[in-house]
């Protein structure tokens, strides 16, 4: 009775007040008493989990109540009990639903973390409440934070983007360019990260949305790569089926400005058809005559 007194009152601005830290600092000493600490665990996480708990963690009072309530790992180095555990991620979770955040040594510290206990993927899920969450979080945990919440992130801070390594990119489905929705976050993360990245982010994006604006984000990205990133980037198949309508457009704008003048490109790309794979830094040259063939690799 006296804790859903303490949640009604948390429910309005009237009794977000030192009665409502009171009444729960009255509960807490209640359910500590030997008579209740069997069922201490199971009470308090009914506590935490109910909704309106949510109101009452806008007190910092009630935080640093319940924070000192909860128990902690009787050494350095062990691990809590599965329960106490759970009321952590509770209690943090509802921190950063308030506003409260905190460091990642301070969330490390009160769970025990280390490599061999680390978040789980459960525990991820439930603390990205907000971006300074996510952020902490790819800190502590990257190979499930990353996917879960790396797009996110970039959509609020493209320039985030330059805080994660070319695999780390590659684990945000999001910028594969399958939906459109995310092209306009795309577009921003290529001019933010290193060329490589750059170049194969552009290749999707254009081949997904066969928009000139998108050949424009290629364009820059293949001429800042370095050469040997370029041999290694065939055009032709990369964007096989767009050849027939933006072909001239590759030459001109992707190709020739990278390509040197002893290699010029006399051909139009349209006879793609006739192409092979060179390793050369230039794609195409013309041989003269139809026996030759038309268009043949470099030497």
């Given at each position: 009775?006296?804790?859903?007194r303490?949640l ?9 007040s030192?009665?409502?830290v ?39 009072a ?5 924070r ?10 062990a ?23 905190f ?17 789980t993927?459960a525990?991820v ?13 790819v ?32 684990q ?10 995310h ?18 982010l ?7 949305s ?16 370095d ?13 096989d ?13 992707v190709?020739d ?14 006879r ?8 050369s830094?230039s ?17």
């Open positions: 009775m006296g804790m859903t303490v009604e009152v948390g429910k309005t601005d009237e009794g977000l030192v009665a409502s009171v009444m729960l600092r009255v509960v807490l000493d209640v359910l500590a008493r030997d008579r209740f600490r069997a069922d201490f665990n199971a009470l308090l996480t009914a506590i935490l989990m109910k909704p309106q708990t949510e109101a009452l963690f806008k007190l910092e009630v935080r640093s109540l319940v000192e309530r909860i128990p902690r790992a009787e050494e350095d180095g691990r809590l009990p599965a329960i106490v555990r759970a009321h952590w991620i509770s209690f943090f979770r509802l921190c950063w639903v308030a506003g409260a955040h460091e990642a040594a301070e969330l490390s510290s009160a769970l025990g973390l280390d490599s061999k206990n680390p978040l993927k525990e899920l439930i603390l990205g409440v907000d971006l300074p969450a996510d952020k902490l979080l800190r502590l945990a990257p190979t499930l934070a990353i996917p879960a919440f790396g797009f996110k992130i970039l959509e609020e801070e493209p320039e985030f983007a330059k805080a994660l390594s070319a695999e780390q990119l590659f945000i489905t999001e910028l594969s360019a399958q939906k459109d929705v092209w306009p976050t795309i577009r921003k993360v290529v001019a933010e990260v290193e060329p490589t990245s750059s170049l194969r552009a290749l999707s994006l254009f081949k997904a066969h928009e000139t604006r998108d050949l424009d984000l290629v364009s820059k990205a293949y001429r800042s790569v050469e040997f990133t370029r041999k290694q980037t065939w055009l032709p198949l990369e964007l089926r767009l050849l027939k309508k933006f072909g001239d457009q590759i030459q001109r704008d190709i400005p990278v390509v040197a003048p002893d290699h010029a490109i006399c051909q139009e790309i349209s793609v058809t006739r192409l092979t794979r060179t390793p830094t794609s195409w040259v013309v041989v003269e005559g139809e026996a030759a063939g038309g268009l043949q690799p470099l030497a």
